[in-house]
């Protein structure tokens, strides 16, 4: 099992971190809880037979010590049963509940069997629960949605009065989460208090000394706090682009995939990594191609680009679909 668990992208660097010095250690089946897993069905039984019949050893499962349950690798446990063992090699965490649950979504939406598109939404709910201060991009990488999918989850949330106004961003770093309402705040507490220190207001206001610095400078000379190229996106933003993975993240997911015995041993299976394979590679040149195009053969081929989009959505939706995909239908 690598260090980071096979996520990807900005989860990857939390993973890693987690799961850093976590030892791997026999520990006894009937030991074992899969109570609590972001997969809400359970446990898909094609796959657990798909890992049951593959030979050699399966990959370590990731535990959560204290509490024994199955962060990673409820599949892997369900085959081992079926196999006869009674002891699997796994990875032991002993971190939070709340935080052995975010491991949980980040690895099971990195690799392996997927999961829904309901388990993913409902996973974020509740990483927004105990995590309100993650950004939503970050919980977006954790829990394989779009940034603005997790903004109007966070948007309907009844527990506002946990959002702080600042989020954590997947580097770690904290930052406010409108920076125009910072400068407004800032300026509002100098004018009530001048002689107030730059880090006073700061730690107030959420922005940063040197903002509060240029804050009084442009109160003083009778600017508005605010630079103007920030007034003008001072409106809530939409993360129209958050969806984007990069051609580099979608080559990692890829490469698990590769290794998921379910797909490896059948031919369907084979193919569908071939399929991938192909347009995964494309992506990458997407950029060089757009700027060889001849300004007269932009709109068409930006018509190309919209009929690709728009099947390859209506795919992710049929996947995402909980009900039996009927295929003959989607190629009508």
Known sequence: MRADGGASGGCADWVRAELDGCPVEPVAVADLSVAGSPRRAGEDEAH?????????????????????R??????????????????????????????????SVCLNTAHGLPLTRADRRAAAQRILASHAQWSNRRIAAAAGLAAGTVAALRERSTDEDRQSN???????????????????????????????SLRSIARRAGVSPATVQDVRRRLAAGD????AQRRARERPAAESRAWQVSAEELRQSLEQMKRDPAL???????????????????????????????????????????????????LAALLEDDSPVDWEAARC
């Open 48 to 68: 657990v037979e798909a890992l049951a019949e593959a030979d050699g050893e399966l990959p370590p499962i990731l535990v959560h010590v204290p509490s024994m």
């Open 70 to 103: 199955v962060i990673d690798g409820a599949h892997r446990v369900r085959a081992a049963r079926a196999r006869g063992n009674t002891h699997v090699a796994a990875r032991c965490y002993r971190g939070s509940e709340a935080d052995a649950f975010v491991l």
């Open 166 to 196: 600042k989020r954590e961003g997947r580097d770690g770093r904290r930052r406010p989460v409108d920076a125009a309402a910072g400068r407004r705040l800032a300026g509002k507490l100098l004018a009530e208090d001048p002689q107030a």
């Open 224 to 227: 508005d706090p605010v630079p």
């Open 264 to 314: 490896r041993f059948s031919e369907t299976g084979r193919g569908l990594l071939r399929w991938l394979d192909r347009h995964a590679g494309g992506m990458g040149e997407w950029a060089e191609h757009a700027r060889s195009v001849p300004s007269h053969s932009a709109s068409p081929v930006a018509n190309f680009a919209r009929m690709y989009a728009a099947a390859w959505s209506d």
